[in-house]
């Protein structure tokens, strides 16, 4: 009778030891996230400052050699609507708007990015964007360049490529375009 007696407070005192770990972790879990105003998983860190409230977002141009016709249009349309979903920022077409952002498509190449059997396997589509903030309240200017690679089959054409890769193509550039301009990464 005592080896069962023993073997309940065994279990008892095992469970105990469990629930009390468990609490421990949510209290300190919801401590940390209660604590912190940022977190592991914070993607979305935007330092806009203060004192600008208007942006304008130019057509952003395709100059690359290759001219995909739909780019253009579609990337200056879903950045215009990231700035406006995610940021306090209200659009203007005036001149006179707080930040004025330019931009072009600079490069548009498909090259071989892979071989297999002395076949080419993969190809790799580079597409780069050129972007210029000009915050006009500070007078002050920046550049960057953003660039993605997207792979695709070599078995497939290039145009075939375009269409499957389209969104994915808008979607990254969008976002790495938004990040270099309202983050500080």
């Not at 996230?33 to 004192?51: E, H, M, Q, T, W």
């Not at 700035?83 to 071989?112: E, H």
């Not at 054409?157 to 969104?167: G, K």
């Amino acid at each position: 009778m005592k080896r069962k007696d023993h073997s309940v407070a065994k279990r008892k005192n095992k469970t105990r030891n469990v629930f009390v770990f468990g609490i421990a972790v949510i209290v300190l879990f919801s401590l940390s996230l209660g604590n912190s105003s940022c977190s592991v998983y914070k993607f979305r860190d935007i330092a806009i400052p203060d004192s600008i409230r208007t942006i304008k977002v130019n057509f952003i141009e395709n100059r690359a050699p290759y001219v995909n016709p739909l780019l253009s249009p579609r990337l200056t349309d879903r950045l215009k609507q990231k700035i406006i979903t995610q940021t306090k920022l209200s659009q203007t077409n005036n001149d006179n708007a707080d930040w004025d952002v330019k931009g072009y498509i600079s490069n548009y190449t498909s090259s071989t990015s892979g071989i297999s059997q002395q076949q080419v396997a993969t190809n790799r589509l580079t597409v780069t964007v050129h972007i210029s903030v000009n915050d006009q309240k500070a007078n002050k200017t920046q550049e960057y360049d953003v660039s993605r690679n997207f792979e695709y089959s070599a078995t497939k054409s290039l145009s075939q490529a375009e269409s499957e890769l389209a969104d994915d193509i808008i979607r990254g550039l969008t976002d790495d375009i938004f990040n270099r301009i309202f983050s500080n990464w």
